[in-house]
C-alpha cells in the first residue's frame, strides 16, 4: 500500500504536464520513446541478464511491451482528443480490467472484486461527470485501449512474480521490463512519429526527463513492486485513487474548474470501497485460519516480493 500510494501522489502531476507542456506541441510518439528510453537508462546498469531464464525475461519484456509501450501509444493520443480532466475520468474503467483479468487468468471468480472495483467506479464518475465533447467516442475507445493494457500489465506481473528468484532483487530484474516497452516505442516512432514536432522549449525538456527518470523510471518500479502486496481488490482501487488526487493537482497549480463537492465525495466513495476490501479480506483471512494459528494470505495469487 505504501508503494502504491506513493506512486499514486507521483503519478498526480503527470496528467496535467502532458496535457500543459507536451499535448499538441511535441510528437506523441517521440514523447513515449523518450519516457522509455530515460526510465531504461535507470534500470539498464542495475540488470543481471544471466540470473533469469530466457523464458522469464521475455515474459518480462512481454509485460512491458504491453503495460508501458502499447499504453503509452494509446495514453498519449487520448490527449489529443481529450481534456485533461476527461482523460483522468475515463480511466475510471480500469479497476474492471483489472478484476476480470485477475479471475480469467485464475480461472475463478471473484464477486467481491467486482463490487469493490464497482463501487470505486461508482466514486470517481461521481469525481467528473460532464457533458461529451465532438471527439467523446473515439476518445472514449482510445482510453480504454490504455486502461486495458494497463490493467493487463499489473496482474501479469503480479502473476510472473511468482516465478522471479527470490535471491535476486527485483531492481536488477526490471530493465527487461523496460526493453520490452522499447520494442514498441521505437519502431512506433519508426513509422508514425513526426521528426519535425520535437520539443523546442527548454521545459518540454525539463517535464519529458522528469517524466521519464522519475514518473516511468521509478514509478512502474515501485507500482508494480507495490501490486505484488495487495490483492486484485486493493490494486483496482488504488487505480482509481490516481483520479481525485491528478484533479486536485490540475486545480491547485493550473486552476482548473473543478467542482470540489463532487470531487470530496467521490474520493470519500473511494476511500470507503478500499475500507470495505480490506474488512472483506481481514474476515476471509480470518475464515480460513490453518489450524495452527497462521493465516492463509487472501486475495493475491502470488507471492509477496520486495
Request: proline residues 4%; glycine residues 8%.
Amino acid at each position: 500500500m505504501v508503494y502504491l500510494t506513493g506512486v499514486t501522489l507521483l503519478w498526480a502531476f503527470s496528467y496535467s504536464l502532458i496535457g500543459v507542456y507536451l499535448s499538441g506541441q511535441v510528437d506523441s510518439y517521440f514523447a513515449v520513446l523518450t519516457r522509455i528510453a530515460l526510465a531504461s537508462l535507470v534500470f539498464l546498469p542495475l540488470l543481471r541478464p544471466r540470473s533469469i531464464p530466457w523464458a522469464v525475461r521475455l515474459g518480462l519484456m512481454a509485460i512491458g511491451a504491453i503495460q508501458l509501450g502499447v499504453m503509452y501509444l494509446f495514453f498519449y493520443q487520448s490527449f489529443l482528443l481529450l481534456s485533461v480532466p476527461e482523460v483522468l475520468l475515463f480511466t475510471i474503467f480500469t479497476p474492471l480490467y483489472i478484476t476480470l483479468i485477475d479471475d480469467g487468468l485464475a480461472k475463478r471468480f471473484s464477486p467481491r472484486y467486482l463490487v469493490v472495483a464497482g463501487l470505486a467506479v461508482a466514486g470517481a464518475a461521481v469525481i467528473r461527470f460532464e457533458g461529451i465533447t465532438a471527439d467523446f467516442w473515439l476518445g472514449f475507445l482510445v482510453v480504454q485501449g490504455a486502461n486495458i493494457a494497463f490493467a493487463f500489465g499489473q496482474v501479469g506481473y503480479r502473476h510472473l512474480s511468482a516465478r522471479l528468484p527470490s535471491d535476486i532483487a527485483s531492481r536488477h530484474l526490471f530493465g527487461w521490463f523496460y526493453l520490452g516497452a522499447l520494442c514498441v516505442a521505437l519502431p512506433a516512432f519508426w513509422l508514425l512519429g513526426d521528426a519535425t514536432r520535437l520539443p523546442t522549449l527548454t521545459v518540454q525538456w525539463v517535464v519529458l526527463t522528469w517524466l521519464g527518470v522519475v514518473a516511468s523510471g521509478l514509478g512502474y518500479f515501485l507500482w508494480n513492486s507495490g501490486a505484488c502486496r495487495v490483492d486484485a481488490g486493493t490494486l483496482a482501487v488504488m487505480n482509481n485513487a490516481l483520479i481525485p488526487a491528478g484533479l486536485v493537482v490540475n486545480l491547485l497549480i493550473w486552476n482548473r474548474d473543478a467542482d470540489l463537492v463532487r470531487l470530496t465525495l467521490g474520493a470519500l466513495i473511494i476511500g470507503a470501497s478500499l475500507w470495505l476490501n480490506a474488512c472483506w479480506a481481514r474476515r476471509r483471512r480470518q475464515s480460513i485460519a490453518s489450524p495452527q494459528g497462521d493465516p492463509v494470505s487472501a486475495g493475491s495469487s502470488v507471492a509477496r516480493r520486495s
